[in-house]
């Protein structure tokens, strides 16, 4: 019995790990990894193994990093029985669809250029036929349903509080007589969202891989969210502007559109429209509401008192790029919820091009602004930002809501490791300062032994 990390071990991004019992190989997560494009294409496209022979995969959920690798394993002849939750299948069923479409039009951009070089084509990483393919592989479970993956292997999904569908998978694994529970915490959420429930502690787990995104950082309360974003939507529609919120269409989208419908239904928001202007947040949203059972408590009381979750009274979602030009055309207070969440691409780009330099109006940062983006640019207090190739002055407010994040903090990972006390704990889905010192953190508690896996190394379940 062996797993070996081949992916987001020192980094938070394309996470893929490989079991290995009585000969079969069971990989748990097929992440696409993000970064320069000749590196992210060469370790996406060149697998350390053969997809052919890899019985199973076990998914977490259905962000990218993820989940987005796996349309290279069914284009390089996997076959076997995608495992995931009910509403991860639901959601990567939007998710790959998209990143299949991403891949697509990034090849023909890029064949622009090396057909007018004379250069061969380069072919998409994958294709919406692949993703097709894929998604024909998924089998959906309930919370607490055990996949069982053959001989001595089974994996049972827990929630883990961190998007919707969301789940640890602890693995019971045994091999000659000998017995070994393999946990995996990743991506392990937080408690007290009011959208998602709280992640489930693992009971008896020997070996337990854990993230350690923000292992050496504190978030704000997260109940806070709701009021950080109330304050600025009252003072921007009362001053007559307009709030920008760039937004992941998956999570953080459906997020803020609960904390507007509660202040609207508890009478502390204004009377002004609020558009979610991605087709892909509406398409999301529709998954959210038929897999509302997976939803937080809080949330389905706030649904039964006024109707509609996701569609609730003064959300409009619009479809096409001509609703979306009006909202940038009128000047009309509204608040406008758009991808990209880094303000990178999309509909979010037109909006702020148009009123960034409106001293009237404030773009709201709910998520990671990642280095290098328009949207790091703005958290870092730019006053001249180019959007589009253009030059912009930006007069607009912008404020940063330290309390969305879908991902446990320092103390909340400790207090994971505390509560389950596993044999030992491997770190990963880390980058190397917040790794290390969540490892210090464990090592001075006495927490059992603390490993640091290396990208692929392999550990033996003794
Ligand atoms: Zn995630």
Same mark, same amino acid.
Not at 48 to 55: I, Q
Not at 292 to 295: E, F, G, I, K, N
């Given at each position: 019995m062996r797993l070996t990390f081949f992916g987001g071990t020192d980094t938070v991004t394309g996470s893929m790990h490989l079991v290995e019992v009585n000969g079969r190989r069971i990989l748990r997560d097929a992440g696409l990894y993000q970064g320069r494009r000749a590196e992210a294409r060469r370790i996406n496209s060149e697998l *350390?193994?053969? *997809?052919? +022979?890899? @019985?199973r995969l076990v998914l977490s959920h259905a962000h990218i990093d993820h989940c987005g690798n796996i349309p290279t394993l069914a284009r390089q002849g996997f076959r076997g029985e995608i495992s995931a939750t009910t509403a991860t299948a639901a959601l990567c069923d939007i998710m790959l669809h998209d990143a299949a479409r991403i891949q697509e039009q990034d090849a023909a951009y890029l064949n622009q250029k090396t057909n007018r070089a004379g250069l061969p084509p380069i072919e998409p990483l994958y294709v919406t036929a692949d993703a097709e393919r894929a998604l024909s592989l998924f089998r959906g479970y309930p919370y607490g349903a055990a996949a069982e993956l053959g001989p001595g292997a089974r994996a049972t999904f827990i929630e883990a509080g961190h998007i919707l569908g969301a789940a640890l998978t602890v693995f019971d694994l045994e091999e000659g007589g000998r017995r070994h529970r393999l946990g995996f915490a990743f991506d392990l959420g937080r408690r007290n969202s009011p959208l998602i429930r709280d992640p489930e502690y693992m009971r008896d787990v020997d070996t337990l891989v854990l993230e350690s995104t923000y292992g050496d950082r504190a978030h704000e309360e997260i109940t806070r969210a709701g009021e950080q974003l109330g304050e600025i939507a009252r003072r921007v529609l009362g001053r007559g502007g307009k709030l920008f919120i760039p937004s992941f269409a998956l999570e953080r989208a459906q997020e803020v559109i609960y904390h507007f419908a509660r202040l609207r239904a508890d009478g502390r928001l204004p009377d002004a429209p609020i558009y979610v202007d991605s087709p892909m947040a509406s398409a999301i949203a529709r998954v959210f509401e038929k897999n509302?059972?997976?939803?937080d408590d809080e949330s389905r009381e706030l649904r039964e008192r006024i109707g509609c979750l996701m569609r609730p009274p003064g959300v409009r979602y619009t479809a096409s790029v001509e609703e979306s030009k009006a909202i940038t055309a009128s000047s009309a207070p509204c608040i406008v919820i758009a991808a990209s969440g880094m303000c990178e691409y999309g509909r979010i780009l037109h909006h702020l091009k148009h +009123?960034? @330099?409106? +001293?009237r109006n404030a773009i709201a940062l709910v998520g990671y602004q990642a280095a290098h983006t328009l949207g790091r640019r703005l958290a870092e207090g730019a006053r001249r930002v180019r959007i589009f190739g253009d030059e912009f002055e930006r007069r607009a407010e912008v404020v940063k809501l330290d309390a969305f994040s879908a991902h446990a903090d320092r103390n909340d990972l400790i207090a994971y490791v505390e509560r389950v006390r596993p044999r030992r704990t491997c770190l990963v889905h880390g980058e190397a300062e917040p790794r290390a010192a969540l490892a210090e953190a464990l090592r001075e508690r006495q927490l059992g032994d603390v490993i640091l896996p290396e990208h692929g190394e392999t550990l033996e379940l003794t």
């Open positions: *350390p193994f053969d *997809p052919a +022979g890899v @019985e509302r059972h997976y939803l +009123g960034i @330099e409106n +001293g």
